[in-house]
């Protein structure tokens, strides 16, 4: 069973940054690929981000590319969002998943074992 636990979420001005945080409670490093998803209000959650075991593989949803970066710090078991010039159209719950044991990158949310509670990113305009 793994626990995961986002923060880092905030209310922020359009063109501003946030970086987000998932911290596992159990080593992810050599098993799980692990993914970002978010929700935004009165729509499904969608796919953001997904990065492979060791950080080697990283997919973007077309619509953050250039501005989020995935990564991850194995020895922290932690997994960050990095976002840059964020838009209103960010706003939404973002959610962390893993995905395990497996040593390839998913977009798809029901290849993914284990969710956080979610963090709420807001982007003023």
């Known amino acids: 069973q793994v626990q995961l636990v986002e923060s880092g979420g905030g209310l922020v001005q359009a063109g501003g940054s946030l970086r987000l945080s998932c911290a596992a409670s159990?080593?992810?490093?050599?098993?799980?690929?692990m993914g970002w998803f978010r929700q935004p209000p009165g729509k499904e959650r969608a796919f953001v981000a997904t990065?492979?075991?060791?950080?080697?593989?990283?997919y973007y949803t077309d619509s953050v590319k250039g501005r989020f970066t995935i990564s991850r710090d194995n020895a922290k078991n932690t997994v960050y969002l990095q976002m840059n010039s964020l838009k209103p159209e960010d706003t939404a719950l973002y959610y962390c998943?893993?995905?395990?044991?497996?040593?390839?990158?998913?977009?798809?949310?029901?290849?993914?074992?284990?969710w956080g509670q979610g963090t709420q990113v807001t982007v003023s305009s």
């Open positions: 998943a893993a995905a395990g044991p497996r040593l390839t990158i998913t977009t798809g949310p029901r290849d993914y074992d284990y």
């Open positions: 159990t080593r992810t490093g050599s098993s799980y690929t």
């Open positions: 990065i492979n075991w060791n950080g080697g593989t990283t």
